[in-house]
């Protein structure tokens, strides 16, 4: 079942903290099915993002990926698995996104605009990269979801919480240029 249906806000399994995934486990073929599944599954919605407690499954993997527009370059697909964030500096940036298990609804989230992301890969590998901009801030919403946080729980503001066709008609454009969905 290559693309699996997604749990939406109110299944418990987007408000548990998510466990690790143990290294030898990570080369087994259901973590690989997993992630092929999840990747697949983000692509269909479509969505730039997706963390596995988004499919009911409670482990630390989440997915990205986002082709380039005019406002960022292209983000290859980056698989990650077990990531510790690290914010690198205190300041916060507002943009819009929305969430693949709250369907249809927009709002700014303040996020940090640089972060290094450390984890394993698909193979069990070892990373630790940087990333910005676009990129960071889809890294810390599906990070949220392994805490059982949504961006709901990270407005600080709920009066720019709208839906999606009242957004693009009224509100797309007015803080940043980009919409995380994930
Ligand atoms: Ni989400």
New binding site residues.
Partial sequence: MPVRPIIRLGHPALRTPAQPVSPERIRTDEIRQLVEDMVETMHAAPGV?L?AP?LGVELQIFVYACEGNEHHPDIPLHVVINPMITPHSRELVYDWEG????PDLRGLVPRHPSVRVQGLDREGGRLDYIASGFEARIVQ??YD?LNGI??LDRMRDLRSLGYTEEWSQYMEGEEGDDTA??
Avoid: K, P, R, T
């Avoid at 969430?99 to 709250?102: E, G, Q, R, V, Y």
């Fill in positions: 993002g963390a988004q969430c693949l298990s709250i919403h599906e979801h949504v961006f969905v994930g």
